[in-house]
């Protein structure tokens, strides 16, 4: 068994399989990639050549056109395929719709690279599956003993329960537009909130494409200023650029809300003017992290990017052989959109 260090390399593009002749979530345009999801850092346009799952090649073309996708190639999950001179399988990661961890066998060799995961339940996609291997190359976005993610039923819980304790406002949610605003709605739909839900234009499309894709969302209400007497007492999402601009401020008496993993920072819901931050995150916690690599066993671990410090740190004190790889141009997305409001 030749070590994955010799056949699975870092390069600048991301990260190269050599016998298999392709990059996995490339951040430059190649001329063959395997993508595990559609968020915009692992999903880029301008490739040759694009295996991905059938949702992510459909939240693909809706984010990025139908040219962008001409020459895709859907895998289901499960479906083993010869590439070159390995063995590919995708399996669920339980990130958002499509999402997938690439499951690579060469030379008696198996090596799982998890894309962004979770093992948190989401109606809105299959769960991660645990595939035991002998290299497993995680994201460590929340690799930090201070990022645990409370149950999101009881996050949406509390934003139920300010709905009922102020009537007379609106309650405007942000939200990233791919994962996080289709959750957020089944949660809803789950803890018995039947009423149409209302949403920004923007997050209008993607949820378009998860209905088509077989997940039942409810009635959905175009949000628009001209309507601002509808939408009291109800609830409004909104991309995180339009709830910090003025746009939300025209509402009645908003209530500003935000979901996503960084709403455990106090200080960001601060700058962000959130009075209602909720926890809710697509991203393995600390806890997720380091229970996915104890049950995976795999003798070594790479870290894509995040911080990958402290998980590797506390991987090497269970005599886990950890690497940081570095890889540039990935961000969290609830980060990254917050980023382009700024
Ligand atoms: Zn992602
Ligand atoms: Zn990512």
């Known amino acids: 068994m030749a070590h994955p260090s010799r056949w699975l390399k870092p390069l600048p593009q991301g990260l190269w399989c050599e016998p298999g002749g392709f990059f996995i979530d490339p951040t430059r345009a190649v001329d063959r990639a395997v993508v595990t999801h559609a968020h915009s850092d692992h999903a880029r346009p301008g490739h040759g050549a694009v295996l991905a799952t059938p949702a992510t090649i459909a939240l693909m073309r809706a984010r990025l056109g ?13 479906t083993p395929l010869h590439v070159g001179d390995v063995e ?4 669920p990661a339980g ?11 060469h030379d008696n060799c198996r090596v799982v690279i998890s894309g962004d995961y979770k093992r948190a339940a989401d109606p809105t996609c299959d769960a991660f599956v645990p595939v035991p291997c002998d290299l497993f190359v995680t994201e460590a976005t929340f690799a930090l003993p201070v990022f645990r993610h409370p149950p999101a039923t009881a996050e949406i ?31 809803l739909r789950a803890a018995g909130w039947d009423r149409p839900i209302f ?18 969302l409810g009635p959905l209400r175009p949000a628009t200023v001209a309507a601002r007497a509808d939408l009291v007492g109800g609830i409004v999402l909104a991309p995180p650029s339009a709830v910090a601009d003025r746009w939300a401020r025209r509402l009645a008496e908003p209530v500003i809300a935000m979901a996503s993993g960084w709403m ?3 200080q960001r819901a601060r700058q962000g003017g959130v009075e209602l931050p909720l926890v809710i995150s697509d991203h393995a916690d600390w806890d997720e992290l380091n229970a996915t690599i ?15 410090e402290a998980l590797i740190h506390a991987i090497g004190l269970r005599g886990v052989k950890g690497r940081a790889l ?16 700024a």
């Not at 962008?68 to 190639?73: E, I, P």
Request: aromatic share 4%; charged share 20%.
């Open 264 to 266: 455990r920072v106090r």
């Open 95 to 105: 990130h958002v719709l499509g999402s997938a961890q690439v499951v690579i066998t």
């Open 157 to 187: 819980g509390r934003l139920l329960a300010s709905v009922a304790l102020f009537g007379e406002r609106t309650h405007v949610v942000g939200c990233y537009s791919l994962g996080k605003c289709q959750r957020l709605i089944a949660l």
């Open 294 to 308: 104890d049950e995976l066993a795999a003798p070594e671990v790479w870290v894509t990017h995040g911080r990958e």
């Open 326 to 341: 570095g890889l540039l141009g990935y961000g969290d997305e609830d980060d990254t959109e917050a980023e382009a409001a």
């Open 66 to 78: 139908a040219e962008a996708c001409r020459s895709c190639q859907p895998l289901p999950t499960g």
């Open 88 to 91: 590919l399988v995708l399996q």
């Open 199 to 216: 949403l920004h234009g923007a997050l209008v499309p993607l949820c378009r494409v998860y209905e088509e894709q077989g997940v039942r």
